[in-house]
């Protein structure tokens, strides 16, 4: 699957949409359509750059503060893994994903090798606006918690979150890494 195809799953289907790269001082922001995107996902990767996207889409171009957040499309976790993380290995955070979903009867969801972790999304047939998005993701916290699956509790509920596009690399190892799509919920 392709970027293009991924976001266009996961994000809303109206307002400004922002890529991001955050491994230059300068931790440039680009806004637009996800026809416009595509060039700059390509070339940030393309001059070694850590690319991300928005997860919401927003009011203006210029500002990705979630004062700024229209509608979002998804929950998302983000799952951190290897040595001093919540789970040892990625192995053991699908595997706690797993009885996750097994406990909670949530939906299979898209899981996404960051390179370092996973990140999960459960993509929504429809956009929500902002208010009403926050209020599920805040309860997916809560669940999580409540379960004992030990997610990123920053980012979840976040409406300015960026995470890895997949089919980027992720450049911060000494070995840069796939960001890949390993499952489609």
């Known amino acids: 699957m392709e970027p293009l195809e991924f976001l266009t799953a996961v994000l809303p289907t109206t307002g400004v949409y922002c890529i991001a790269e ?30 991300y996207f928005a997860l919401a889409s927003f009011k203006e171009a210029g ?36 009885a996750f979903l097994a ?11 960051s390179g370092g972790g996973v990140h999960v999304y459960w ?3 429809a956009e929500v606006p902002v208010v009403d ?16 699956f030990k997610i990123d509790m920053t980012v979840t509920a976040d409406a300015a ?13 000494e070995y840069p890494k796939p960001v890949a799509i390993k499952t489609q919920g």
Not at 23 to 51: A, C, D, M, W
Not at 72 to 97: H, N, Q, S
């Open 22 to 51: 955050l491994s230059t001082k300068k931790k440039e922001h680009v806004y637009g359509t996800l026809q416009e995107l595509q060039p700059h996902i390509e070339r940030f990767n393309t001059e070694k750059l850590n690319t």
């Open 63 to 98: 500002s990705r503060l979630a004062s700024n957040a229209l509608h979002m499309r998804a929950l998302f976790a983000d799952i951190d893994c290897g040595k001093g993380k919540a789970y040892p290995t990625k192995r053991a955070a699908v595997e706690a994903l797993d």
């Open 103 to 113: 406990a909670t009867g949530m939906p299979t969801p898209w899981t996404v090798d």
């Open 123 to 125: 993509p929504f047939t």
């Open 133 to 148: 998005w926050k209020l599920t993701a805040e309860n997916l916290k809560r669940l999580c918690k409540q379960h004992g």
């Open 161 to 173: 979150r960026v995470l890895r596009v997949p089919g980027t690399t992720n450049w911060r190892y």
